[in-house]
């Protein structure tokens, strides 16, 4: 399999009529801005237009957390409630547990046998993962998680999954399989596309290409508003300016990527004069990006609160959401096993 860009992969929402979106998460710890302007936004927004799935991918987090699987109930739960506190509607939304619905696992036995070892190997993402994370040997599931990730979207008929540019590969991968899957068995899974998200990877604190919890340059979703200023103060800024009424370049500089990002655009347009000017000094800048991201953050906040006064009632959704999913994976699998010939019957 060539994993070579292919057009086709990604949706045309003016020329097909769309059903069902899977998108998740691996449950690792608590979600962040970058998260939430990646991918946790526009969720929200697709919920109210699409049969919306989202899986809670704690298998797919022993890939990376093999060491800690202590540690899946309570990372679990944090995601749930991020997601129900970003505005996650579970009426309209479907979350899942996927170590749950064994029947990915299943179709992701059968689905390797579909995959040659190389592509998966020469995948951009899997390669860049591991470089980030230092890995020089790459487990089997570490290695394999694209052909699980494919049996996810399968498993549940989704026909769109939204992802930033740089999971595309996985995506073009998943159509493959499932492409010659239908080939060989005369099966009908359905070929998914990718709704690419537009919105660039959210940068680190510190300037780095990419917020990530394990760099410790994140703002956490669940993070007190007092650390959160912290954060922000600490935050880097263009090196070139030393005084308020220096010209600046906003480009370069973590804290307008912010603004850009969560501010309206009146303020957006306001920062970016200012600072090319030498109008507005960084901690100044830095103030007014708190004020964006408190607004951002308080209905946010205030539903955390109400499902934290009931915790029961996030592991009901979970389970609810689980048992709804587990119906349509237990149809696919045996739609799959017929194809195949091997739904035996017994004497």
Request: hydrophobic share 35%; charged share 25%.
């Amino acid at each position: 399999m060539d994993l070579k860009t292919e057009n086709a992969a990604i949706a045309d929402e003016s020329k097909f009529e769309y059903k069902r979106i899977l998108t998740g998460d691996r449950p690792t710890g608590p979600l962040h801005l970058g998260h939430y302007a990646g991918s946790l936004r526009n969720r929200v927004r697709l919920q109210g237009k699409y049969e919306t799935f989202i899986l809670i991918a704690d298998i797919q987090a022993l890939t990376t957390n093999f060491e800690h699987p202590e540690k899946l109930q309570e990372n679990i739960f944090l995601a749930a409630l991020d997601y129900l506190s970003c505005g996650i509607d579970p009426n309209l939304s479907t979350i899942i547990i996927q170590s749950m619905i064994p029947e990915i696992s299943e179709l992701t036995t059968f689905f390797s046998m579909l995959v040659s070892i190389n592509p998966l190997k020469h995948n951009p993402t899997i390669k860049t993962e591991a470089k980030e994370r230092g890995y020089k040997e790459l487990t089997y599931g570490f290695l394999g998680y694209p052909v699980s990730q494919t049996a996810d979207i399968a498993i549940f008929k989704a026909d769109l999954v939204p992802v930033g540019i740089d999971q595309l590969p996985h995506i073009e991968l998943a159509r493959k399989i499932v492409r010659k899957f239908n080939e060989l068995y005369n099966g009908n899974l359905i070929e998914p596309f990718a709704l690419i998200d537009k919105f660039p990877k959210l940068v680190g604190l510190d300037g780095n290409l990419k917020m990530s919890k394990s760099y410790g340059n994140a703002i956490n979703l669940s993070d007190e508003f007092d650390l959160i200023k912290s954060k922000i103060r600490a935050a880097l800024t263009d090196k070139n300016r030393i005084h308020p009424t220096d010209k600046g370049n906003p480009e370069i500089c973590t804290i307008y990527s912010y603004h850009k990002a969560f501010a309206g655009e009146t303020l957006i347009k306001e920062t970016d004069y200012n600072c090319r000017n030498g109008k507005i000094g960084c901690v100044k800048c830095k103030e007014n990006l708190f004020e964006v991201i408190k607004k951002l953050l308080e209905p946010m906040n205030e539903r955390r609160a109400c499902y934290l006064s009931n915790k029961d009632e996030i592991w009901d959704i979970l389970l609810t959401g689980t048992a709804r999913a587990k119906a349509i994976a237990s149809e696919t699998i045996k739609e799959v096993k017929e194809s195949m010939k091997i739904l035996y019957i017994l004497p």
